[in-house]
Antibody, heavy 116, light 107 residues
Framework: QVQLKETGPGLVQPTQTLSITCTVS????????MQWVRQTPGKGLEWMGF???????EYNSEFKSRLSISRDTSKNQVFLKMNSLKTEDTGVYYC??????????WGQGASVTVSS | DIQMTQSPSLLSASVGDRVTINCKAS??????LNWYQQKLGEAPKLLIY???NLQTGIPSRFSGSGSGTDYTLTISSLQPEDFGTYFC?????????FGGGTKLELK
């Protein structure tokens, strides 16, 4: 059974770095792309980027300068790190597994509030 | 970036109705278009991928069509569990982009 679960800090201060972990089970990270998507009140759903089954990454240019996606295949974990947070980064962050652009399994989302 | 424009943004319908949701891309997306359903407090759920392919486990009352810049999601006979928000998503060109959503509510 495919499962994905995001864990994050909940609250982050402006200018600080957001770190979220996506832990997966039921499939191998070396077989699927892993995507990050966020949903904010201001912009709705936004594709952020992915890490390919082979380990290379692709980022939305909107976030490229401050976003990093990585993984630890031995722990079945994918990581999102985004620095220089602003209040408009408040939202829900999802990881999803995909065959290239077809995101067919999603985590329940990690709610993030950026506030001092 | 490719802009995805959904219409209508709000749709009121009754159980048993046939409903259609439209998605227009700002340029040709070569049928790389997925449809997702989202209910309040939940993650999006894949319904249709690459324009007209029904995801495993999704009822056959859902169907998709389109080409070029214009795409459509059709629900042939609306069921109570179908109410929620629907999003289109293009994965033809980076950055991949979502539509703004269509909220389907009970009339």
């Amino acid at each position: 059974q495919v499962q994905l679960k995001e864990t994050g800090p909940g609250l982050v201060q402006p200018t600080q770095t957001l770190s979220i972990t996506c832990t997966v089970s039921g499939f191998s990270l070396t077989s699927y792309y892993m995507q990050w998507v966020r949903q904010t009140p201001g912009k709705g759903l936004e594709w952020m980027g992915f890490i390919r089954s082979g380990g290379s990454t692709e980022y939305n240019s909107e976030f490229k300068s401050r976003l990093s996606i990585s993984r630890d295949t031995s722990k079945n974990q994918v990581f999102l790190k985004m620095n220089s947070l602003k209040t408009e980064d408040t939202g829900v962050y999802y990881c999803a597994s995909s065959y290239i652009g077809v995101m067919d399994a999603w985590g329940q989302g990690a709610s993030v509030t950026v506030s001092s | 970036d490719i802009q995805m424009t959904q219409s209508p943004s709000l749709l009121s319908a009754s159980v048993g109705d046939r409903v259609t949701i439209n998605c227009k891309a700002s340029q040709n997306i070569n049928k790389y278009l997925n449809w997702y359903q989202q209910k309040l407090g939940e993650a999006p759920k894949l319904l249709i991928y690459n324009t007209n392919n029904l995801q495993t486990g999704i009822p056959s009352r859902f169907s998709g069509s389109g080409s070029g810049t214009d795409y459509t999601l059709t629900i042939s006979s609306l069921q109570p569990e179908d109410f929620g928000t629907y999003f289109c998503f293009q994965h033809n060109s980076w950055p991949w982009t979502f539509g703004g959503g269509t909220k389907l509510e009970l009339k």
